[in-house]
């Protein structure tokens, strides 16, 4: 795929899949299989992996409340529920029309954040990875990985889009004007605001649907 000069380095979670609206619903459905305080434990042992891995790893998750909960009857459930879920049924609207578009302006590559195997297999699952063309990077810090991006695809511009705006700010930074940095406002990160005096993003959307009106000259 050519990239006309021109690469998108496109989030996943609260980006392209509605990762809040997820989380909310499995909570329900954690809590029918086994009840509300087992439901905070679970969600307890997630909060720890997190903070120790700086990720969200669900495979870790589930083992850590196995081995917590052995004669717990209602794991099946938890276990299926978690790592089948249906997350192409909670892509946001025109998520997948978008990533189409992107491709005809440049190439559209999927820049994730998320542990190596639960993470790869949700955006596969979302349709996300065939949408282009298996063009899939998930690293537990995509900002730690900036110069192998470029090796990999080189550019004269980048765009990177994402939820987050402290992301965004340490990307523009290290890049500097050869990437556009695109701020979605969707999700719970998306209205952190930034600390005083750190770098705005370079262009704001209320959601990523709107990104199927851009075209080339908005990013020159």
């Known amino acids: 795929m050519a990239t006309n000069g021109l690469v998108f380095l496109v989030d996943v979670d609260n980006t392209l899949v509605q990762n809040d609206a997820v989380k909310d619903e499995l909570d329900d459905r954690i809590r029918q299989a086994i009840g509300a305080e087992?439901?905070?434990i679970f969600w307890q042992i997630y909060e720890a992996v997190r903070r120790e891995s700086e990720y969200v790893d669900y495979p870790v998750t589930l083992r850590r409340y196995r081995e917590q909960a052995p004669n717990e009857r209602g794991f099946c459930h938890v276990s299926d529920?978690?790592?089948?879920?249906?997350?192409?049924?909670?892509?946001?609207p025109s998520a997948l029309e978008v990533l189409h578009h992107l491709n005809t302006l440049g190439r559209a590559v999927i820049l994730s954040d998320g542990d190596p195997v639960y993470q790869p297999a949700k955006i596969a699952r979302a349709g996300i990875a065939d949408a282009v063309d298996d063009v899939v990077l998930v690293f537990a810090h995509k900002e730690a990985h900036l110069d192998e991006l470029r090796r990999?695809?080189?550019?004269?511009?980048?765009?990177?889009?994402?939820?987050?705006?402290?992301?965004?700010?340490?990307?523009?930074?290290?890049?500097?004007?050869?990437?556009?940095?695109?701020?979605?406002?969707?999700?719970?990160?998306a209205q952190v605001p930034l600390p005083e005096g750190e770098l705005l993003p370079d262009r704001?959307?209320?959601?990523?649907?709107?990104?199927?009106?851009?075209?080339?000259e908005d990013l020159e």
């Open 38 to 40: 087992q439901t905070e």
């Open 81 to 92: 529920d978690v790592l089948g879920w249906p997350y192409e049924r909670w892509l946001y």
């Open 152 to 189: 990999r695809f080189p550019a004269t511009r980048y765009v990177i889009v994402d939820d987050k705006p402290d992301i965004l700010a340490r990307v523009k930074r290290r890049w500097g004007e050869r990437v556009v940095t695109v701020h979605v406002l969707q999700g719970k990160y």
């Open 204 to 216: 704001t959307v209320e959601n990523i649907a709107a990104l199927l009106r851009l075209r080339r």
